[in-house]
């Protein structure tokens, strides 16, 4: 790269990274140092795409393509994110979810925490963002290594205790009806699972949790606040032990939440139906991270990586 490039490039960044407000010198200039290397500049090659980042990032609201996005969700994250990431991976022992890291782990302490340094971005970034700030971050291949999984290529054996089921079952695809509400037409759609629960007890559940006994494989729901949550039966007949659909990915569109996937996935209408007999699975199992879960009877949640 010559120099007259590569000053065209750190420009473009420091534009960038000067229209976004109400940050200090001292923050912006870190930024800009952390962005300031070749995979974010070849982000930047096009100049529509950087002036029309530059004019949404200071303000001004227009729409912006799926690419000018993923520049606009680097430019305001990335440094922050690397800014704990890093930390972070030098000292892993758990495969936790980047969102958990994000809002828990505190870089400057080296713990987690109830807030973690990164906290805001946590609760400004969706699943699509997280994924755009994995992929171009300088630890994705850190990352990569760290969710790898080596029983990925295996079929789901529902048998099996529902910590082991709810990760196996990350990035599968079922083919399912989805309600016209949450798709741009009506149909039967591949219905990539991203995010899930596991719930194990050993003592005797209520009604409302009955869907926890349900024989392995089996789909059936738990009634909460007026939603319908989907689960699958795992382990033995008649042993409480389940595991909740809570996020998805139709066409793109992710919908997240157990109580708006049961809705979108008439989580009613699938009572009894069994996965993998009834509902073919397909695909291979998605690397992905563990969340600690907070939910009585939880074991912890899994989500895409």
């Not at 590569?6 to 010198?25: C, F, I, P, R, T």
């Not at 309600?179 to 991203?194: H, L, N, Q, W």
């Not at 949790?209 to 024989?215: S, W």
């Amino acid at each position: 790269m010559s120099l007259d490039t590569d000053l065209e490039n750190q420009s473009k960044v420091m534009s960038l990274v000067g229209a976004l407000k109400k940050l200090d010198q001292r923050t912006k200039d870190s930024m800009i140092e952390t962005l300031s290397r070749q995979s974010i500049y070849d982000l930047l090659q096009n100049q529509e795409d950087v002036e029309a980042v530059q004019a949404k990032l200071s303000g001004r609201r227009i729409p912006l393509t799926p690419e000018q996005k993923d520049i606009a969700t680097v430019i305001q994250y990335l440094p922050g994110f690397e800014a704990v990431i890093g930390p972070w991976l030098g000292q892993a022992e758990q495969a936790y979810a980047v969102e958990f890291v994000l809002a828990h782990y505190d870089a400057r302490k080296e713990k987690f925490t109830d807030k973690g340094t990164a906290a805001n971005i946590a609760n400004k970034v969706g699943f699509d963002e997280i994924q755009t700030l994995r992929r171009h971050s300088a630890y994705s291949d850190e990352l990569k290594k760290v969710y790898r999984w080596r029983h990925r290529k295996r079929d789901i054996n529902f048998n099996e205790d529902a910590g082991y089921v709810a990760r196996a079952l990350i990035g599968r695809n079922i083919t399912l009806e989805v309600s016209p509400e949450f798709v741009d037409r009506a149909g039967t759609y591949k219905v990539k699972i991203i995010e899930t629960e596991a719930f194990e007890t050993d003592k005797e559940v209520t009604k409302s949790r009955y869907c926890m006994r349900a024989a392995p494989g089996q789909l059936d729901v738990m009634p909460h606040r007026g939603q319908n949550l989907l689960n699958v039966g795992t382990h033995k007949v008649g042993e409480p032990s389940c595991v909740m659909i809570r996020a998805v990915d139709i066409g793109g569109n992710v919908i997240e939440g157990p109580g708006r996937v049961g809705s979108a996935l008439s989580a009613t209408g699938l009572r009894s139906l069994v996965l993998g007999i009834n509902i073919p699975i397909e695909g291979i199992t998605a690397p992905s991270g563990f969340i600690p879960g907070t939910a009585e009877y939880s074991l912890g949640k899994y989500k895409m990586q």
